[in-house]
């Protein structure tokens, strides 16, 4: 019976735990488990290009200056779609990660990091891929991200030339969030941002396979209940 209520008990656990890393492809999944306070941005504007540092609301993206992503307030409607990692036509933030194995990274590239005072548990913007009109495009590449609390992950770009939603929770609240490309890829990774969005926290509702192992936890409970008033 002890045997019993501790497994129900690593399962309840587990229960807790599971919006911890989470990534959403949908802005609607992202939505419903985002609390606290917010923040959103479809950053519209007009004006010139703004190159690194810059803000967006609260949020500070920092990087190398002029290289790893610009703002670009106006966008441009007459961009084909993806190109320059043109998201929709409209405002859109353009990131371009690089790695030149034969430079040191330090001078020609280096992460972009978004920073929040405030802190945040979790973010989530559109993105498109880099497609150009001669063929060229960044479609599947790998980017990988870490935040000041230690944790790290990666995802892939969208292999086609479509609008995606990426979303990313945390295990707690961070304060900044890097993005980079991995060592072995030598050369430039672009993707564009838009509909940007953060939450201070994650609530506590789980995810439908949580629910499944909240029911297997309480149903061990159960039965080691009625054995122990069988006994």
Request: glycine share 12%; net charge negative; proline share 5%.
């Amino acid at each position: 019976m002890t045997k019993l209520l501790a497994v129900a008990a690593a399962t309840l656990l587990l229960c807790g735990q599971a919006l911890a890393g989470t990534t959403y492809t949908d802005r609607a999944s992202f939505n419903a488990v985002g609390t606290g306070t917010s923040f959103f941005s479809d950053l519209e504007g007009g004006g010139d290009t703004f190159y690194l540092p810059f803000y967006v609301g609260p949020l500070n993206f920092e990087g190398l200056q002029g290289g790893a992503a610009s703002y670009i307030p106006g966008g441009n409607p007459d961009l084909p779609a993806g190109e320059v990692g043109n998201v929709n036509g409209s405002s859109f933030i353009q990131v371009r990660l690089s790695n030149y194995q034969s430079f040191p990274v330090s001078v020609i590239s280096g992460p972009l990091t978004i920073n929040n005072d405030a802190g945040f548990q979790m973010i989530g913007f559109d993105l498109r891929t880099y497609f150009d009109s001669w063929g060229s495009n960044n479609a599947g590449e790998t980017v990988l991200y870490w935040t000041n609390t230690g944790e790290s992950g990666s995802f892939k770009l969208p292999t086609t030339n479509d609008v995606a939603f990426l979303g990313l929770a945390f295990d707690a609240p961070v304060t900044s969030l890097s993005f980079r490309i991995p060592a072995t890829r030598n050369g430039h990774t672009w993707f564009g941002i838009d509909n940007l969005q953060t939450y201070a926290s994650v609530s506590a509702v789980p995810e439908p396979a949580s629910v499944a192992l909240l029911l297997a936890g309480l149903g061990t409970v159960g039965v080691a209940a009625r054995r122990r008033r069988q006994g």
